[in-house]
């Protein structure tokens, strides 16, 4: 199909630029939400476009539950219950994180935590009312739209990668049309839950959730602001 260069000059303009730019960079995770509904037909626009995201060989390795009202209720209630009932163990189907931390790592995980945490006035060492914060993902921090994101066990790294890129169009989509997210690896811990509720197979890994509605820009949690590391700290080039 010849592309027509008249649109490669006009996506290719600063003022595009811009715009695109101004998306991405106002995009983080926000951590409360306003009970303000969202259409289905602005998430069906969402997910239809962040199905471009490329993945090898067209393979589109996503699947999405959009879920509200009573079913996200529900689930959050079961989710809840579990988080606070020590007694049931739950693990995630893989590993998110590394058994331990090395640096950088450790001290930008330390201080997203501490940051977090200084803003709602939890001290270091309260351990109740950190889970009690965590917690709060279950309830999709009041969002009114909850996403479970799940792929096929037997795929492999890559498809994981592609699915990254799923993700962050749907982040980015949403923020185009003014609204916000939160993505939440917490949920896959709770994978059996997930399934009962949602009737999702047990060949289906569950890889996270996300939040998705308008940030209550009010909450003070929502006041969080995490650095990016320079351009120079994290890139090599060569012959440039």
């Given at each position: 199909?010849?592309?027509?260069?008249?649109?490669?000059?006009?996506?290719?303009?600063?003022?595009?630029?811009?715009?695109?730019?101004?998306?991405?960079?106002?995009?983080?995770?926000?951590?409360?939400?306003?009970?303000?509904?969202?259409?289905?037909?602005?998430?069906?626009?969402?997910?239809?476009?962040?199905?471009?995201?490329?993945?090898?060989?067209?393979?589109?390795?996503?699947?999405?539950?959009?879920?509200?009202?009573k079913t996200k209720r529900d689930l959050s209630a079961a989710l809840l219950e579990a988080h606070h009932?020590?007694?049931?163990?739950?693990?995630?189907d893989y590993s998110y994180y590394p058994d331990s931390f090395s640096e950088p790592y450790r001290s930008?995980?330390?201080?997203?935590?501490?940051?977090?945490?200084?803003?709602?006035?939890?001290?270091?060492?309260?351990?109740?009312?950190?889970?009690?914060?965590?917690?709060?993902?279950?309830?999709?921090?009041?969002?009114?739209?909850?996403?479970?994101?799940?792929?096929?066990?037997?795929?492999?790294?890559?498809?994981?990668?592609?699915?990254?890129?799923?993700?962050?169009?749907?982040?980015?989509a949403a923020r185009a049309r003014g609204l916000d997210t939160c993505p939440q690896a917490a949920f896959?811990?709770?994978?059996?839950?997930?399934?009962?509720?949602?009737?999702?197979?047990?060949?289906?890994?569950?890889?996270?959730?996300?939040?998705?509605?308008?940030?209550?820009?009010?909450?003070?949690?929502?006041?969080?602001?995490?650095?990016?590391?320079?351009?120079?700290?994290?890139?090599?080039?060569?012959?440039?």
């Amino acid at each position: 199909m010849e592309i027509d260069p008249g649109r490669q000059r006009r996506l290719g303009d600063g003022e595009t630029a811009d715009v695109v730019d101004a998306v991405i960079n106002s995009r983080k995770s926000f951590r409360r939400f306003l009970d303000r509904p969202v259409e289905r037909r602005v998430i069906e626009q969402i997910l239809q476009v962040s199905g471009r995201a490329p993945s090898g060989t067209n393979m589109q390795p996503w699947h999405v539950n959009v879920i509200a009202g009573k079913t996200k209720r529900d689930l959050s209630a079961a989710l809840l219950e579990a988080h606070h009932n020590a007694a049931e163990q739950h693990e995630s189907d893989y590993s998110y994180y590394p058994d331990s931390f090395s640096e950088p790592y450790r001290s930008r995980r330390k201080k997203v935590g501490l940051d977090l945490y200084g803003l709602l006035g939890i001290e270091k060492g309260d351990v109740e009312k950190m889970k009690t914060q965590h917690g709060r993902n279950f309830m999709f921090f009041d969002a009114p739209i909850g996403l479970i994101f799940t792929i096929d066990r037997e795929l492999k790294i890559g498809s994981w990668l592609d699915y990254g890129m799923f993700l962050q169009n749907i982040m980015i989509a949403a923020r185009a049309r003014g609204l916000d997210t939160c993505p939440q690896a917490a949920f896959a811990k709770y994978h059996r839950i997930i399934r009962d509720h949602l009737d999702i197979a047990t060949d289906q890994i569950v890889v996270c959730g996300m939040s998705l509605g308008y940030a209550d820009l009010t909450a003070v949690e929502n006041h969080l602001e995490t650095q990016r590391q320079p351009v120079g700290e994290f890139t090599r080039f060569f012959d440039l």
